[in-house]
Each structure stands twice: as C-alpha cells, then as structure tokens.
C-alpha cells in the first residue's frame, strides 16, 4: 500500500472512531437532553405477543447518541420487557440512559371515571420518581363531535387541574400532548381553549409537532404565544404524503393502502427531510431560555430505527445544538 493510500485508510478509520465516540459522549449540552419514544419499536417493529427484545433498543438509543427514551405502552407492556424493574435500572445505567418521561392518558371528560384515572396516574407517577423522571405527558380522551367539544373539553380541564395537583404530590410536573388522530384535543382552537381553562401553575403543555402540522396549526405561532407552558415536547419533522400503496411494517403488520395511519406514518420525516420549521422552534426556546427534554417521536421508520436516530442526531449536532442546546 502506497504511503497516501496508507494514510487515507487511517484517516478514514479515525473519522469513523471520532464519529461513534461523539454518539457515545455526545458534546456538552447544558440546557437540552434528547430522547426518543419507544413507540417506533412497539408499533412497527415488535409483534404484539411475546418477550421483546428491549436491550437490542436501549443499545440504538446508547449507540445513536441520545439521552433517553419515552416509555410508551405503560402498564401494560413491563410483563413483556423481559426484566423487572430493578434490572431495567441496571441496564439504563449501564448505558448511562434515562426514562425522560411515559405516556399517560385516559377518560378526563368523564366524571365517573375520573377516580380511576386518578389512581392510575399515582402509580404512574410512583414508576417515574423510581426512575427519576420529573415530567408525565399526558394524552386527551376520545374525540369527540364538534358540537360537544367545548363541553368535554371543560370537563376534562377541571380534572387536568387537578392532575396537576396529585403529580405535584410526587415531584412530577404534567402537560398535555395534541393528537391529530382522534382525540379530543387534536386543532389550534381546542388547544388553545385547553390552555386557557387550565391553570399555568398545575398544567403544562407538551405539544407534538408532527401532529401539530397535520392539524394545520400555527407551530411557531403557538410556540411563541405558549412557550413559557413547555416542559416536554416532541419535535418531529413532517411533510404530507398520502399512502397509495400498501406499507408493510418490519413486525409483518401491513398498512392498507389509502388509510389514515400509514399516511401519517409516511408524513413522519427524520430531521431536514420535513417542512416542520425546526430551527424557528429551536430559536424560540433560547429566547425563552427552556431547558428540559426534547423527544424525537418517531412513527415511522423507512430503513430502521438506528438509520432514521443516526440521520437525526446528526442534524442535531450540526443544525440545532449551535442555536440552543
């Protein structure tokens, strides 16, 4: 081998270790904290039954360079994780990750099943302050017709008021997360009205900017009216695109063509693919001087988790952390 050649293979070789030892020890960020959600993998890459495969997707997170994770499918999914909880400490530990947060939902505009929903956030909040997660998104009840909304929206507002109240018993702070999906807080409006009936001090909002943008809302206009609300957010890139042909998913599940969960599948981009002004949002949190998580919500992935963070964290180091991080 030629002694330039020679020299170009060491080059390489280096650029390739610098690259992983920055995914392992990503640079300084005194403000921010990135996360992912496990609902990547519980939606389109993991089969419904069965023991799953959850150290293979802490070691994409640890590899990729984020901070974190948002449990998705609480309760119901820690008898298929393989492990009991002190072992998952372990193995977070291992790799230096954390539970930024979890997804929490249920019937807030029904008074009659407000009770039970309370007893479930307790145990939600017990399982957060284990893991040392200060923050729970919460997500709206069903959608329901328009004419009603005004009048759910109010109901489930004054019990969110005091959800606020019984996660503040546990040092845990929580908001709401918009869905475009049919729930009951899903546009501008209906977002809006949430927070004004709301107290600012008991509830907080954690907005989904993919969902956001399938909803047609203002995102930087709502950023900047309600960023003093932020305590946890997703920040997805999106651009429309209408699914005309069947998507089948690395768990074997298929998507028909034309249905409206793979076109929002397919409207969830890695960052810089979208039309999601992500730098607009990231200038906005340095004005208001925001620290917290931030969660990549991914729903989708073309080639696979690993490829889409890889993509991803790399836009981050290059395009966002300079303005705020």
Not at 140 to 154: D, F, M, T, Y
Request: with cysteine; hydrophobic share 35%; net charge positive.
């Amino acid at each position: 081998m030629k002694r330039r050649e020679f020299l170009s293979a060491m080059a390489a070789s280096l650029g390739a270790l610098r690259d992983r030892a920055e995914a392992l020890y990503p640079s300084s960020r005194p403000n921010i904290k990135w996360c992912v959600s496990s609902f990547l993998w519980t939606s389109t890459q993991w089969a419904d039954k069965g023991t799953l495969p959850y150290t293979e997707m802490l070691d994409v997170i640890r590899d990729t360079g984020f901070n974190g994770y948002r449990f998705t499918g609480w309760p119901g999914i820690l008898p298929r994780i393989g492990m009991d909880l002190a072992q998952l400490e372990k193995e977070l530990s291992k790799r230096d990750l954390h539970i930024a947060t979890l997804s929490f939902g249920g019937p807030a505009d029904d008074p009659a099943r407000q009770p039970e929903m309370e007893k479930s956030a307790r145990e939600a909040c017990q399982f957060l302050k284990r893991f040392g997660a200060t923050e729970m998104v919460t997500f709206s009840p069903r959608r329901v017709n328009k004419v009603l909304a005004r009048e759910h929206i109010r109901r489930a507002c004054e019990f969110y008021n005091h959800l606020g109240d019984v996660c503040a018993d546990y040092g845990i702070r929580t908001g709401m997360h918009n869905h475009s999906q049919g729930q009951l807080i899903e546009t501008q409006d209906e977002i809006e009205l949430l927070l004004k009936l709301t107290d600012s001090k008991k509830f907080h909002w954690c907005p989904d900017t993919v969902h956001l943008y399938m909803a047609n809302c203002d995102i930087i206009g709502l950023f900047q009216k309600y960023a003093q609300r932020l305590i946890f957010f997703d920040l997805v890139d999106a651009k429309y695109e209408y699914q005309k042909e069947d998507l089948r998913l690395a768990n074997g599940k298929v998507e028909k063509a034309g249905s409206q969960n793979g076109t929002f599948m397919l409207g969830n981009r890695d960052y810089g693919d979208g039309e999601v002004d992500l730098p607009g949002i990231m200038r906005i949190l340095k004005k208001h001087k925001y620290k917290g998580w931030i969660n990549i919500d991914h729903h989708y992935s073309p080639v696979s988790p690993r490829h889409s963070f890889e993509r991803c964290m790399k836009h981050i180091r290059e395009k966002l952390d300079p303005i705020h991080s």
